[in-house]
């Protein structure tokens, strides 16, 4: 399995951007498809987006297209979430998930990694 590692979140006001990093180790990075989720207080975790190996296949979340980019560095085993014009429905915790295999989905179930969750907050 990879291991992976979230940074980046905290608090933002409403309009503003934060870019959340994923750094993984333990296995070879450019052999998994690379994926963001968010979980808000009392409902379930959701997909936000997620990149095939090569990065050149992404998907995202009718919600924040346009708002969020992801990307991967396969040279520095990150992948990013670039997050810009926010609101407070996107307060949640966002958590980096990996899945072995080089397409990229949007299903949670396909990803077997998952790293601790980093929290941001959308004041309006």
């Known amino acids: 399995q990879v291991q992976l590692v979230e940074s980046g979140g905290g608090l933002v006001q409403a309009g503003g951007s934060l870019r959340l990093s994923c750094a993984a180790s333990?296995?070879?990075?450019?052999?998994?498809?690379m994926g963001w989720f968010r979980q808000a207080p009392g409902k379930e975790r959701e997909f936000v987006a997620s990149?095939?190996?090569?990065?050149?296949?992404?998907y995202y979340a009718d919600s924040v297209k346009g708002r969020f980019t992801i990307s991967r560095d396969n040279a520095k085993n990150t992948v990013y979430l670039q997050m810009n014009t926010l609101k407070p429905e996107d307060t949640a915790v966002y958590y980096c998930?990996?899945?072995?295999?080089?397409?990229?989905?949007?299903?949670?179930?396909?990803?077997?990694?998952w790293g601790q969750g980093t929290q941001v907050t959308v004041s309006s």
């Open positions: 998930a990996a899945k072995l295999g080089y397409i990229a989905t949007r299903e949670e179930s396909d990803f077997g990694s």
């Open positions: 990149i095939n190996w090569t990065g050149n296949g992404k």
């Open positions: 333990g296995r070879t990075f450019s052999s998994y498809a």
